[in-house]
């Protein structure tokens, strides 16, 4: 083990978008897991990950940042999901602020960002904030199969069957799927041989019900049985269902129009939302938000102010709820972009709109979006459209950026995840309009990732010139 004097001393410069601090010297970049800008501390190199040089804070040499706290979670180095536990909960919106606000910076956007919309109140006892969790299949010291999270350096599988970041029944669904899978002695799959590769859980806010994906290299008579005690040992989980991925590769493999192919053990298909109030449900080969409530796609819609007969247009996003949001208030929306497995669950789930609002619909044009753009520009003319541009992590390229600029719009709302991406089309797009406002939303605490909101506005306040197309017959790409 490493003499604790040889570790070196250090005073990190800055954060990265991930949560680790980070110092730079001789040209190369260091992430420090756990240190704080600012401080003086000693670290222990830890070795390279996805081609970085990473190290762990060790100790402060001298003062304590006065935003540091002890970490109150026993996984939370060999885990690494909550990589800004040891700042305090209200440094932590600084930390996001800080990032958000570097990338406005970067791009010469003379504005302010606002203050983080947090993820919880401040006397929140227990943060139950996600509802899906991603696990990988792995060993134990002793050899035996371990269901948990990919450890933070990359070489274990860390269990985490007492994390408060998802509610109790994802917990308790956990430590029995961990007891099954050892009890039937379901193998890992180690490249070479095995079944299982990784568990997805997901958990319905609005009724409670559990559903569990199995991702395994290869089918197995074993794996009904699982299914079988899964569904006698805890009476929220309502579904099992298996995916087959094909080895080497990633553990989820979707096709081309976006499906991922699923079979069902036991159980439901599908479990229920309710995102403002809007009725809808997903499957398990549907991604499933972050925040099923979709705080930051609220604001995002609320600031596009829509009002009956405004014609609203959705880019982006992941099962369209977006359009069906603002299909709501105008009474049509159209979203473009969509992969055609994706428009087709939002089509089903457009039907409950129409259940709840009369005379409401909306479109889902799957297919690249310049092409859905250039087919609907007639539709559009005059009608000033309100346009959602749901950017993601990559972000949106500029051809779409001017293709939207080109529409004429009296408002555009940008939502993106990713700071850098954010600001680069956030520049772009302020070429031709006014930014308002850009407000971060906490995904969830302890980590530095938010989703960020950015209002645009014309500055020509004409009011459009036609109504809304409405379209009775569903378009597909």
Same mark, same amino acid.
């Given at each position: 083990?490493?003499?604790?004097?040889?570790?070196?001393?250090?005073?990190?410069?800055?954060?990265?978008?991930?949560?680790?601090?980070?110092?730079?010297?001789?040209?190369?970049?260091?992430?420090?897991?756990?240190?704080?800008?600012?401080?003086?501390?000693?670290?222990r190199l830890t070795g390279t990950l996805r081609r970085q040089d990473r190290?762990?804070?060790?100790?402060?040499?001298?003062?304590?940042?006065?935003?540091?706290?002890?970490?109150?979670?026993?996984?939370?180095?060999?885990?690494?999901?909550?990589?800004?536990?040891?700042?305090?909960?209200?440094?932590?919106?600084?930390?996001?602020?800080?990032?958000?606000?570097?990338?406005?910076?970067?791009?010469?956007?003379?504005?302010?960002?606002?203050?983080?919309?947090?993820?919880?109140?401040?006397?929140?006892?227990?943060?139950?904030?996600?509802?899906?969790?991603?696990?990988?299949?792995?060993?134990?010291?002793?050899?035996?199969?371990?269901?948990?999270?990919?450890?933070?350096?990359?070489?274990?599988?860390?269990?985490?069957?007492?994390?408060?970041?998802?509610?109790?029944?994802?917990?308790?669904?956990?430590?029995?799927?961990?007891?099954?899978?050892?009890?039937?002695?379901?193998?890992?799959?180690?490249?070479?041989?095995?079944?299982?590769?990784?568990?997805?859980?997901?958990?319905?806010?609005?009724?409670?019900? !559990? %559903?569990? /994906?199995?991702?395994? #290299?290869?089918?197995?008579?074993?794996?009904?049985? +699982? $299914?079988? @005690? =899964?569904?006698?040992?805890?009476?929220?989980?309502?579904?099992?269902?298996?995916?087959?991925?094909?080895?080497?590769?990633?553990?989820?493999?979707?096709?081309?129009?976006?499906?991922?192919? !699923? %079979?069902? /053990?036991?159980?439901? #298909?599908?479990?229920?939302?309710?995102?403002?109030? +809007? $009725?809808? @449900? =997903?499957?398990?080969?549907?991604?499933?938000?972050?925040?099923?409530?979709?705080?930051?796609?609220?604001?995002?819609?609320?600031?596009?102010?829509?009002?009956?007969?405004?014609?609203?247009?959705?880019?982006?996003?992941?099962?369209?709820?977006?359009?069906?949001?603002?299909?709501?208030?105008?009474?049509?929306?159209?979203?473009?972009?969509?992969?055609?497995?994706?428009?087709?669950?939002?089509?089903?789930?457009?039907?409950?709109?129409?259940?709840?609002?009369?005379?409401?619909?909306?479109?889902?044009?799957?297919?690249?979006?310049?092409?859905?753009?250039?087919?609907?520009?007639?539709?559009?003319?005059?009608?000033?459209?309100?346009?959602?541009?749901?950017?993601?992590?990559?972000?949106?390229?500029?051809?779409?950026?001017?293709?939207?600029?080109?529409?004429?719009?009296?408002?555009?709302?940008?939502?993106?995840?990713?700071?850098?991406?954010?600001?680069?089309?956030?520049?772009?797009?302020?070429?031709?309009?006014?930014?308002?406002?850009?407000?971060?939303?906490?995904?969830?605490?302890?980590?530095?990732?938010?989703?960020?909101?950015?209002?645009?506005?014309?500055?020509?306040?004409?009011?459009?010139?036609?109504?809304?197309?409405?379209?009775?017959?569903?378009?597909?790409?």
């Amino acid at each position: 083990m490493q003499n604790r004097s040889e570790d070196p001393l250090v005073i990190p410069e800055g954060w990265l978008h991930r949560g680790d601090a980070f110092v730079t010297g001789d040209g190369v970049q260091l992430a420090i897991f756990g240190g704080i800008p600012g401080e003086r501390a000693r670290i222990r190199l830890t070795g390279t990950l996805r081609r970085q040089d990473r190290a762990r804070w060790v100790a402060a040499a001298g003062p304590s940042h006065p935003s540091r706290v002890e970490p109150w979670c026993d996984r939370y180095v060999p885990c690494g999901r909550c990589p800004i536990m040891h700042i305090h909960p209200i440094a932590q919106h600084d930390v996001i602020r800080g990032l958000v606000q570097d990338a406005v910076d970067a791009v010469e956007l003379d504005g302010r960002v606002d203050h983080v919309v947090p993820a919880f109140t401040p006397d929140a006892v227990r943060l139950e904030l996600q509802y899906e969790l991603n696990l990988v299949a792995g060993y134990s010291d002793r050899q035996s199969p371990r269901i948990g999270v990919p450890g933070h350096d990359g070489r274990e599988v860390v269990p985490v069957p007492g994390c408060l970041m998802v509610p109790g029944t994802l917990r308790e669904t956990m430590k029995v799927l961990a007891h099954h899978v050892r009890e039937l002695e379901i193998w890992p799959w180690n490249g070479k041989v095995g079944t299982l590769r990784a568990v997805q859980l997901r958990c319905s806010p609005v009724t409670g019900e !559990v %559903g569990v /994906l199995l991702s395994v #290299a290869r089918p197995s008579t074993i794996l009904s049985e +699982l $299914a079988d @005690r =899964l569904a006698s040992a805890h009476p929220a989980i309502a579904g099992v269902a298996m995916h087959i991925s094909q080895p080497p590769g990633f553990a989820w493999d979707r096709d081309e129009e976006g499906e991922l192919g !699923v %079979g069902m /053990l036991y159980g439901k #298909a599908m479990l229920d939302l309710a995102p403002g109030g +809007l $009725a809808m @449900r =997903l499957g398990f080969s549907d991604p499933w938000p972050a925040r099923p409530d979709e705080p930051a796609l609220l604001d995002a819609v609320a600031a596009l102010r829509p009002q009956p007969g405004d014609a609203a247009l959705e880019i982006g996003g992941t099962n369209g709820v977006g359009a069906l949001l603002l299909a709501r208030q105008t009474g049509w929306a159209m979203s473009l972009g969509l992969p055609e497995a994706r428009a087709r669950r939002a089509r089903e789930n457009s039907a409950s709109l129409a259940a709840t609002v009369s005379g409401a619909s909306a479109e889902f044009v799957s297919g690249p979006v310049i092409e859905g753009l250039a087919s609907v520009y007639g539709r559009l003319e005059g009608r000033r459209p309100l346009v959602l541009l749901n950017a993601g992590t990559k972000g949106i390229p500029d051809p779409v950026l001017d293709a939207v600029l080109a529409l004429d719009p009296r408002r555009v709302v940008l939502l993106g995840s990713n700071p850098r991406s954010f600001g680069k089309n956030l520049k772009r797009l302020s070429a031709g309009l006014t930014v308002l406002r850009v407000t971060p939303h906490d995904v969830a605490p302890n980590t530095p990732f938010a989703d960020i909101v950015g209002v645009l506005e014309s500055e020509d306040k004409t009011l459009p010139t036609s109504r809304s197309p409405r379209r009775k017959v569903v378009r597909k790409g």
